[in-house]
């Protein structure tokens, strides 16, 4: 996926079109609240100006070829369903994850950052936070995530990670720890689903830092 040029900026310290990621940091970090996103061209950071920061995050292109690529039954998501998503600054580094409403990207849970973490750490947390978010409140909906990694960690309800542990991401490697640990002694009902970013964009959760 082409590198994000453009950022918006819907809440923060400043709003508008940033042409690096550097400035748009400089606009939400530590910002309660903040509403922002990462577009490949300027048009499309324009475009998204002008709507609102829900619209764009749910927003997903109506490209035909795209859609009818997909297995039967993907052809749009659920909306009725929550997702989750990371975002991790370097490799490893400092980490959060969210999830939201898939419809209407009203964030209900954020943790983070978090140091010396990955990505895939993230999106693993995300969802075993999300299952135990759904669980607690006998909810029925579906969630949605975007990693085949962590996925995959959930099946095996291991978080397959090579990152180190060390003085720093303690805190991280404890919620690892209590992840798996839910996973072992708990049941759930929740329908785990794949987002197609090809076909949808990017996922409602998206930090928008791509």
């Given at each position: 996926?082409?590198?994000n040029k453009f950022y918006v900026v819907w809440k923060g310290r400043t709003t508008g079109i940033f042409n690096s990621w550097e400035e748009c940091k400089a606009q939400v970090d530590g910002f309660e609240g903040a509403q922002y996103k990462g577009f490949p061209t300027e048009?499309?950071?324009?475009?998204?100006?002008?709507?609102?920061?829900?619209?764009?995050?749910?927003?997903?292109?109506?490209?035909?070829?795209l859609v009818s690529a997909l297995p039967e039954g993907a052809a749009k998501p659920v909306w009725e369903?929550?997702?989750?998503?990371?975002?991790?600054?370097?490799?490893?580094?400092?980490?959060?994850?969210?999830?939201?409403e898939t419809s209407t990207g009203r964030e209900l849970f954020r943790l983070g950052p978090f140091e010396q973490g990955t990505n895939n750490v993230g999106e693993f947390l995300a969802i075993v936070h999300g299952?135990?978010?759904l669980k607690k409140q006998h909810s029925p909906l579906p969630l949605y995530s975007d990693s085949?990694?962590?996925i995959a960690w959930l099946k095996a309800k291991?978080?397959?990670t090579k990152l180190e542990q060390t003085t720093k991401n303690n805190e991280l490697f404890g919620l690892i720890a209590r992840a798996e640990a839910w996973l072992q002694l708990n049941s759930y009902t929740t329908t785990v689903l794949k987002w197609h970013t090809s076909a949808w964009g990017e996922i409602p959760?998206?930090?928008?830092?791509?």
């Open positions: 996926m082409a590198k048009p499309a950071a324009q475009a998204a100006f002008r709507t609102n920061y829900w619209k764009a995050v749910s927003s997903a292109p109506k490209t035909a070829s369903s929550i997702a989750v998503d990371a975002a991790c600054s370097g490799n490893p580094g400092k980490m959060e994850y969210r999830g939201v299952l135990a978010f085949v990694n962590a291991k978080c397959k959760a998206d930090f928008g830092r791509k």
